[in-house]
């Protein structure tokens, strides 16, 4: 069963650093894009993964086309994805050894869930960190800047 249990939420969100962000967008009205910003302006490190972006800056990070290509450790993967293009990543992860993974609201998929979870997988569903944060009273990062519109140039 997903980890929506608030203490536990709380735990997984003060405890990692690095997120990848499955289904990042380049445009600002996205949810993808916002949520991105919120954590980056929160003090988390967030990859952007996108096929269809990869090689571009997104707030300042390099997207990259999967989970595999990421080349620094990911505590969390994010996805904003539609729940039937969710398994892959969900096997990505585990087979990566991706400590937890979240999928957002409206994202359900008990199944790939459930197999993360055998695996030893921390998840979130049908969540948003963007939500939970100040739900939570988490409080931002050291160093972070409480600015959620970051321009890549400040960011860099």
């Not at 608030?6 to 996205?30: C, H, M």
């Not at 972006?53 to 620094?72: C, F, I, R």
């Not at 990566?96 to 008990?110: D, P, R, S, T, Y």
């Not at 459930?114 to 100040?134: F, L, S």
């Amino acid at each position: 069963m997903p980890s929506n249990n608030p203490e536990q939420i709380r735990n997984l969100l003060t405890t990692i650093n690095t997120i990848a962000l499955v289904g990042a967008s380049d445009k600002p009205s996205r949810p993808s894009h916002e949520v991105m910003a919120f954590l980056q302006g929160h003090g988390y490190r967030v990859i952007p993964v996108n096929p269809r972006l990869a090689g571009q800056l997104l707030l300042g990070e390099t997207v990259y086309p999967d989970l595999a290509s990421v080349p620094v450790s990911i505590d969390m993967v994010d996805l904003f994805l539609a729940p039937q293009l969710t398994d892959p990543v969900i096997d990505d992860a585990i087979r990566l050894g991706i400590g937890a993974v979240w999928l957002q609201i409206g994202v359900i998929n008990e199944a790939g869930a459930a197999r993360a979870e055998a695996h030893g997988t921390t998840v979130v569903m049908d969540r948003c960190p963007k939500q939970e944060i100040p739900r939570l009273g988490i409080p931002p990062r050291p160093g972070a800047s409480t600015s959620n519109d970051k321009t890549a140039e400040e960011i860099r």
